[in-house]
């Protein structure tokens, strides 16, 4: 997608502080962030929403859980605890059209939040 904020950091367009990054998944700091530690990692094929995830892309998926608990382990939030957040959707509070999880740690998460 030529306009999409997060294929332009996969290709590289747009620079981002790159945690983690494979063939398949971008690990990168959140300009954003709402916790000491907020990661977004994000596929670098390009998925609208978790709508509109498709059989074919379920090992991506997996995979992209997998780099989640590792990149946790890395940043040492595994064992405090963490918080993973995706958005769907415009009422699901899914602000830019590419599928991205939040890795969120270092501070205290209540639900529901405020």
Sequence with gaps: MADCIFCKIANKEIPAQVIYEDEQ???FNDINAVAPTHILVIPKKHIS??????EI?????GHIF???KNVAKEKGIDKEGYRIVNNCGELG?????HIHFH???QRQMKWPPG
Aim: aromatic fraction near 0%.
């Design 25 to 27: 998944v971008l690990a």
């Design 49 to 54: 929403d978790m709508n509109s995830v498709e």
């Design 57 to 61: 892309d379920l090992p991506l998926i």
């Design 103 to 105: 890795l969120l740690g």
């Design 93 to 97: 509070g899914q602000t830019v059209g």
């Design 66 to 68: 997998k780099i989640i």
